[in-house]
């Protein structure tokens, strides 16, 4: 919030006398001392004068939510998002028709979760509704106002709710907001798979993305949104050993079976469908494989599948020499035969099956010998001099 490109903005949007102030999860995560990804502020000004008042100031701005009141304003190459003052006309699902406001307290009312509802002026100063600060000390995640309200305006909540408990949640989650998730977790199914795509994936790469998981399952949540979803004790190894967190991959080990539906369901991208079927089942892999076993299967399969298999293998068997194919993954480069069409031809071979069943063979000695023969010995074996 101190940074030189955030203070560029607020000097920007307070030069006519207008407050602004920091909201969401920037204040959020400054009181549990994390590093905000990204910083939003709010604003009575309306959209046309945050505009105005950016340009003024040598700011580009892009109207990214221009009729709910966002613009986005760059500072130094950093996007901030800048929301005008809203207030619910009338909700309906995801959507609802709003109109600005100067009052804070009903831009507050509007939003999910008491810890998501804070603010705080460019001089630090908080400014808090609903005790969200004393929830977030507490470790207690709860709806604003009615639970069951607040999930039929947009039932994503459901998935928020679990997601935001993990990662700030301490103890039991909060009975009233549990209650509601369970007894709404119906709505979940109409919700578009990009949604959930992103908040799941969101949840899985979070803090206890098995406990979240394992909470939605004992809410009839997780049937709902994700039914193939059963393996929860091996996300929970997976989660537990992975340096970096991949959403796909902790998807993945999710799953025993239904991948397809998953990602039908999901509206995963051709690459993440293709790469999530490959992990159900994942490859298989030998454990006690030496270099050149696992260079051959390298060489065989895209380095990404013999890592999500590798890693897939250690959580479910919690064998470390697993850890050498992961690291073989890393570094692989693939090599390319020394040899092609065009060599074949000059020997006399044409085009067609006997060109490509001639290139095979060449290839299938190269591998065994572990890459090592060079052109020469590969165009002996191509020529029948070897």
Request: glycine share 8%; aromatic share 6%.
């Amino acid at each position: 919030m101190t940074a030189p490109e955030t203070r560029r903005v607020v000097a920007a949007l307070t030069k006519e006398g207008a407050v602004v102030r920091f909201c969401g999860g920037a204040v959020r995560d400054a009181l549990v001392g994390v590093d905000a990804a990204d910083v939003d502020l709010a604003t009575p000004d309306p959209p046309e004068t945050v505009t105005r008042l950016a340009a003024v100031a040598g700011l580009s701005t892009r109207p990214t939510g221009i009729d709910h009141g966002t613009v986005t304003v760059i500072a130094d190459r950093r996007p901030f998002e800048v929301t005008t003052l809203r207030r619910d006309v009338e909700t309906f699902g995801r959507r609802a028709r709003v109109a600005f406001t100067d009052d804070w307290q009903a831009d507050a009312a509007r939003r999910d979760f008491t810890i998501n509802a804070l603010y705080a002026d460019p001089e630090g100063r908080l400014h808090d509704f609903f005790d969200g600060a004393a929830d977030l000390a507490a470790g207690r995640v709860r709806f604003i106002g009615e639970a069951d309200r607040r999930i039929h305006e947009d039932a994503l909540r459901i998935l928020r709710f679990f997601r935001f408990h993990a990662r700030f949640g301490k103890g039991a989650p909060d009975a009233e907001s549990l209650a509601a998730c369970r007894a709404l977790a119906s709505l979940a199914r109409g919700l578009s798979g990009e949604r959930v795509r992103q908040e799941l994936f969101r949840l899985l790469i979070g803090p206890r993305p098995d406990y979240a998981v394992r909470l939605m399952a004992e809410a009839g949540v997780l049937e709902v949104v994700l039914p193939d979803a059963t393996q929860i004790d091996r996300l929970a190894r997976l989660a537990a050993r992975e340096p970096e967190a991949d959403a796909l991959r902790r998807l993945g080990a999710l799953l025993d079976r239904g991948a397809d539906e998953t990602a039908t369901r999901l509206r995963l991208s051709n690459a993440e469908t293709r790469r999530l079927l490959e992990m159900c089942p994942p490859l298989a892999l030998a454990p006690s494989a030496d270099e050149g076993a696992r260079r051959r299967a390298l060489y065989a399969y895209e380095a990404v599948r013999v890592r999500d298999g590798a890693w897939l293998a250690l959580a479910e068997t919690g064998d470390d020499r697993f850890t050498a194919w992961i690291e073989a993954s890393k570094t692989w480069r693939r090599p390319k035969l020394p040899v092609g069409g065009e060599d074949a031809q000059r020997f006399g071979i044409a085009k067609g099956p006997s060109l490509g069943e001639a290139l095979r063979r060449v290839e299938d000695a190269w591998i065994a010998s572990g890459f090592t023969l060079d052109r020469e010995a590969c165009l002996a074996l191509l020529s029948g001099r070897a």
